[in-house]
């Protein structure tokens, strides 16, 4: 386990191929490798909700499915602070999903990151049958939302 502390965070993915996409997401220097599924969810699309979520200080998840296992990124604000938690759940059941790494930092320590992947995910305009389309439209207005003090 990290030490709860502000950690530097980043997350990157690999080009998504057949409704498979494989993401890094590195806490200080700890670095958790998922490849998820687009089925049943689009995880992708699920963060940027996740992080409007946060931004408005409601705790949020995401779950990265893995076919049968899965991860849940957690975010859970806490006044001007944001806790990140990344949990893996056998057979993706929440009820016995045990921590893996964990960071707390300022909202836009914490969230920016993930809206960053966001927007270059976007950027890159994937496709069927590697990835399905998804309404990215609100991700100017969930980047103010972070930002905001």
Request: hydrophobic share 45%.
């Amino acid at each position: 386990m990290t030490e709860l502390s502000t950690l530097p965070l980043d997350m990157r993915n690999h080009p998504p191929k057949h409704g498979w996409i494989g993401v890094s997401v590195t806490i200080g220097a700890q670095v958790v490798e998922i490849d998820a599924s687009d089925v049943p969810n689009n995880p992708v699309a699920d963060l940027l909700d996740a992080l409007d979520l946060a931004a408005h200080g409601l705790p949020s998840r995401v779950w990265w499915h893995l076919e049968p296992d899965g991860y849940f990124m957690c975010f859970t604000p806490a006044g001007d602070q944001v806790h990140f938690r990344i949990d893996f759940a056998p057979d993706s059941d929440a009820a016995r999903a045990y921590m893996v790494v964990q960071t707390v930092g300022s909202r836009a320590h914490v969230l920016l990151p993930f809206w960053r992947f966001v927007r270059n995910f976007h950027a890159c305009a994937y496709t069927e049958p590697h990835w399905p389309r998804a309404d990215f439209s609100r991700i100017d207005v969930v980047e103010a939302r972070i930002k905001q003090a």
